[in-house]
T-cell receptor, first 115, second 110 residues
Framework: DTEVTQTPKHLVMGMTNKKSLKCEQH?????MYWYKQKAKKPPELMFV???????INESVPSRFSPECPNSSLLNLHLHALQPEDSALYLC??????????????FGNGTRLTVT | GENVEQHPSTLSVQEGDSAVIKCTYS??????FPWYKQELGKRPQLIID?????GEKKDQRIAVTLNKTAKHFSLHITETQPEDSAVYFC?????????FGSGTKLNVKP
């Protein structure tokens, strides 16, 4: 069973569309992450939320807008994306951003295609 | 910031042989080192991890070693099986971020 749930599994969107990716965890974790992964590459950090506050933004373009409505939910709002934004978007959680030896738990990801 | 280097990028072994993947890191403040396995089209999954105050950890066929002085850590898989075929990522955690290696594609030939 996947403890971090992401929806949708697949998403195809045009460059003028607005869509949202959703992530949910019920492990009581206080840190949640968005990663972008291109084929044959490691996950690339986009955003980190710690205790529902944005902690890290890795200089991500404003067409990606994160939101953390509560400690269990994380959204990524997408607007005016480019074809090069096509990738696997992974949500992850951990006990705490600065917690010692707390691993990342990844969701199954959303496969995004921008046409 | 932290820099994690991983080698080799691809590794082919015969079923039953051992496989070793090596990573180095640059920031002596990094204190936690997880390893993830990612099968094609699936999410990265934690397979083993080690803290900076431990030199070696083993879980059945998988082991990880850490040399803090040299700033390197390694994944060892013994008696490899075809289902071990996947991409493996090492990572190092500093104060508040995980830094990933570039990945090793392991192919276990039956």
């Amino acid at each position: 069973d996947t403890e971090v749930t992401q929806t949708p599994k697949h998403l195809v969107m045009g460059m003028t569309n607005k869509k949202s990716l959703k992530c949910e965890q019920h492990m009581g974790h206080r840190a949640m992450y968005w990663y972008k992964q291109k084929a044959k590459k490691p996950p690339e950090l986009m955003f980190v939320y710690s205790y529902e506050k944005l902690s890290i933004n890795e200089s991500v373009p404003s067409r990606f807008s994160p939101e953390c409505p509560n400690s269990s939910l994380l959204n990524l709002h997408l607007h005016a994306l480019q074809p090069e934004d096509s990738a696997l978007y992974l949500c992850a959680s951990s006990q705490g951003q600065s917690s010692y030896n707390s691993p990342l738990h990844f969701g199954n990801g959303t496969r995004l295609t921008v046409t | 910031g932290e820099n994690v280097e991983q080698h080799p990028s691809t590794l082919s072994v015969q079923e039953g042989d051992s496989a070793v993947i090596k990573c180095t890191y640059s920031d002596s403040a990094s204190n936690y080192f997880p390893w993830y396995k990612q099968e094609l089209g699936k999410r990265p999954q934690l397979i083993i991890d080690i803290r900076s105050n431990v030199g070696e950890k083993k879980d059945q066929r998988i082991a990880v070693t850490l040399n803090k002085t040299a700033k390197h850590f390694s994944l060892h898989i013994t008696e490899t099986q075809p289902e071990d075929s996947a991409v493996y990522f090492c990572a190092a955690k500093g104060f508040n971020k995980f830094y990933f290696g570039s990945g090793t594609k392991l192919n276990v030939k039956p």
